[in-house]
């Protein structure tokens, strides 16, 4: 069959046909919006109008029929109107208050899990890991039903002091917003990379491989036409990798996952935050990370317990200091939480004020 | 269809959260390829180890960048993803659909692909996961004609992403649906034929919120904010009371700037002491608002921690109005392209050349004057740069004074 003309440079479909009428008519014209609860909130404009939204998990990845199911579901319910959340959430967009009970029931009995919204933790931004990526140290998709699977009170039903973001990163490369998140994981290499110098001398671009590296620790061998790494110079980034296939970083029984916490994204209250680490390694243990789970679900609980009101993660370790921090957890604090990378100058403490 | 006997994924198929596992072995059960993945997945969870190539250079005819190569590096044992590329659409902004159009991208996606996607990628393209090469330009025609087409990938523009605006936000600031769209539309040139030292990301937050996560992995982070007085709504500050709402707790005492007060009658803000961070409009959304003139702060350099450390996005343009057809904003990317151009070396986000040039030849380069909203203090060091012109300006400064007999500092 012959294919159909193709296009160049059209850009994407202008966003306004995809909105339901009542999105087209208030347009920008918001007033307020009120949480029902974690699963649906309402919007209403100037005018009066509303706008019903229900809130569901996904795994991000999405076979096509269910893409077509969660269609069905919105053709019944909003008219064929829906979006998804910058957190990988669907949303059914309902115009019709008589259809917020139905589309509630029918999500529940399809065995959809609906949540999400307000202060608890909606669903977690993470990077393609084992199932897509070429530099994944562990596979995030995984991680991350693991870590969910114990934490999903907190989406479904369950309150915190605020919102809990987190995250998980298959690399130390951390694409998403894994390095400003409350709680995240990032999987890390823990050993000085191997290097088969006959491939690197056909496949890899010596100058680059040697500007790759952050801390110098890569140098010409020039008898083997290829590299050398100074070892104690490494700290495992993985960049070189990167650029040079065939210095391979990956180690099964070394590569872990390290926990990061504190960090945020909004400016409010408080200004945006990067994460810190708090726990350097855990071992890769596929398929359910039993002590990574442990850990965070621990430090979203003692968060739960302490912070007041409205104050996030890091806001709350900032108030009561990063000493008490570690005292609260009982999380044992290691050399590796001590900067000696970039941020030394700004992080190490100069004053005498502290917790005991 | 081969069975792959998957022990380690079956058990991410239990407990209440969403199963991927679920998801893929569904695609699966009609797609070799997605079948072959599941297989390829298990073998990872099995060893701990990934088995992907490299990306290699794929694509369509005309375009650098929307494909991502991906090979296995097991291709014999796994031959559905032997080749398994990615397609990154570019979706629209907001991430509204309709059903009719979701339904569409799916059909075509079983025609061509493994029936697997990303809703959605971090950058916010749709991503279609799986695809081998010969099928790419069909796909793309296929896409195309329908009114479709790739985001970027690579050295290039990403695909510009938004927070839900004022499609159903009370606190958009500005229309963040319209200028990504609009500057998405403007920039296809660079957004589909990498031609930059390094990729460079616009995200759009319509408030200090930040549901983008702009401030902290854009290149240039666009934020909504307001001048003037923070809109009230005395009435609605008394139902928020009589509905149990702590006032002075939960509001006045967690004020940054300690701006408000309350003494069980009227919310009084002291407007000029008030940073905008936004705590109080969206835990008394009914009872306030942001001020009435409303525009974005412009901030640039955000990106994760490859290489040296990741940065958050530096104030450069305090304020700016966004009305279409967005001229200023659009010369201030232009200006600061061509300073990136000039400057970068290979795979050098723009933040790490502000840091290594100085953010002074940065600012001079785009027009900007330097102004104390662009830091949180001034240098500490008292190593710095004067020029002949700057010296000048001084002293030509303190002749004026002499002559009136007034300083001026």
Redesign the interface.
């Known amino acids: 069959m012959a294919l159909p003309e193709r296009k160049t440079d059209i850009g994407p479909p202008h966003y306004k046909q995809f909105m339901p009428p009542v999105i087209v008519n208030n347009y920008g014209k918001w007033k307020y919006h009120e949480v029902l609860s974690p699963s649906a909130m309402v919007h209403v404009a100037d005018s009066g109008d509303k706008l019903w939204t229900v809130r569901v998990a996904s795994p991000r990845i999405l076979a096509t029929d269910s893409i077509r199911e969660i269609c069905d579901i919105s053709d019944k319910y909003c008219d064929g109107h829906l979006r998804f959340t910058t957190r990988n959430n669907v949303e059914f967009l309902v115009s019709d208050e008589k259809n917020l009970e139905p589309i509630q029931a029918e999500l529940k009995e399809k065995g959809f899990l609906t949540g999400g919204i307000g202060a608890g933790i909606s669903n977690v931004v993470h990077t393609q890991g084992w199932v897509h990526c070429h530099g994944a140290a562990t596979d995030a998709s995984g991680l991350v039903k693991a870590m969910m699977d114990e934490l999903v009170d907190y989406f479904t039903t369950k309150r915190l002091p605020n919102k809990l973001r987190l995250a998980v990163a298959c690399c130390v490369n951390m694409c998403g917003a894994v390095h400003c998140s409350d709680i995240a994981l990032v999987a890390v290499h823990t050993k000085v990379p191997t290097i088969d110098h006959e491939k690197v001398k056909n496949m890899c671009e010596l100058p680059t491989v040697i500007s790759s590296c952050p801390t110098r620790a890569i140098s010409p061998d020039p008898a083997k036409k290829s590299v050398k790494i100074k070892e104690d110079k490494c700290m495992y980034c993985g960049n070189c990798f990167t650029v040079c296939p065939p210095i391979n970083i990956k180690d099964p029984d070394r590569d872990g996952i390290a926990i990061v916490v504190g960090g945020k994204v909004s400016s409010l209250r408080t200004n945006p935050k990067f994460s810190k680490l708090v726990i350097p390694y855990i071992s890769n243990e596929p398929p359910r990370w039993p002590k990574v789970v442990a850990a965070v679900k621990h430090i979203v609980e003692v968060y739960a317990d302490n912070a007041r009101k409205h104050e996030r993660v890091g806001e709350w370790i900032e108030r009561i200091g990063w000493e008490s921090f570690f005292k609260l957890t009982g999380i044992e604090f290691s050399y590796q939480c001590i900067d000696d990378f970039t941020f030394m100058r700004d992080t190490l403490r100069t004053s005498s004020t502290f917790k005991w | 269809m081969k069975k792959y006997d998957t022990p ?2 079956d ?2 198929e ?11 072995k ?2 699966g059960q009609k797609n070799e390829m ?1 079948n072959d ?1 599941v297989g390829h ?1 298990e073998k ?2 099995k ?4 088995y ?4 290699g250079i794929v694509g ?1 005819l ?2 650098g960048g929307g494909v991502i190569g ?1 090979y296995s590096e097991i291709g014999d044992e796994f031959p559905g993803v032997a080749h ?1 590329h ?1 397609v990154r659409l ?14 569409e ?3 075509i ?2 025609k061509y692909g493994s ?6 990628g ?1 950058t ?1 393209d749709i991503v279609l ?2 695809t081998n090469t010969a099928a790419l ?2 796909i ?3 896409y ?6 790739l985001g970027g990938s690579g050295s290039d523009l990403r695909t510009p ?1 938004c ?2 605006g ?5 606190w ?1 600031n500005y ?1 963040t ?1 319209d200028v990504i ?1 609009n500057l ?2 403007e920039y ?2 660079e957004l ?1 034929r990498p031609m930059f030292a390094y990729k460079f990301k616009i995200k759009a937050a319509g408030c ?10 854009a290149d240039m982070s666009i ?1 909504g904010t307001w001048k003037g007085d923070i809109q009230i709504d005395q009435a609605e500050v008394k139902n928020y009371a009589a509905n149990g709402m702590d006032i002075n707790s ?1 509001i006045v005492g ?3 700037t300690e701006c408000m007060s309350y003494d069980g009658g009227e919310l009084k803000i002291d407007n000029a002491n008030c940073k905008r ?3 109080c409009i ?2 008394m ?2 009872a306030l608002q942001p001020g009435a003139e409303r525009g974005a702060t412009i901030c640039i350099g955000s990106k ?7 940065l ?1 996005s530096w104030v450069v343009v305090p304020f700016i109005k966004l009305e279409p057809p967005y001229t200023e904003l659009k010369e201030l990317i232009r200006k600061i392209w061509d300073w990136w151009d000039d400057n970068a ?3 050098e986000r723009i933040g790490e050349v502000i840091e290594m040039k100085g953010m002074r030849s940065f600012l001079e380069a785009i027009g900007i004057d330097p102004q104390p909203q662009q830091i949180k203090e001034p240098r500490k060091d008292p190593f710095m740069f004067y020029t002949d012109e700057d010296i000048a300006k001084f002293k030509a400064n303190e002749a004026e004074e002499k002559k009136t007999g007034v300083y001026k500092f």
């Open positions: 380690l994924l058990e991410l239990k407990g209440p959260w969403p199963s991927f596992v679920t998801e893929m569904k695609a997605a993945a997945l990872c969870f060893t701990r180890i990934g992907w190539k490299h990306g369509v005309g375009y991906r398994f990615t570019n979706q629209p902004s907001g991430f509204f659909y309709t059903t009719k159009a979701l339904r991208i799916c059909d996606w079983d029936g697997l996607t990303n809703m959605h971090s916010g996961l799986g330009e069909p793309f025609a296929e195309s004609s329908r009114g479709w087409d992403s927070c839900v004022p499609g159903r936000c009370e958009a229309d649906l769209y998405t539309q296809q040139d589909h200090a919120c930040d549901c983008v996560a702009s401030l902290a992995r934020i939960e967690m004020c940054p961070c936004m705590h969206t835990k959304t009914k994760a921690p490859i290489v040296v450390g990741s958050l070396k290979p795979r």
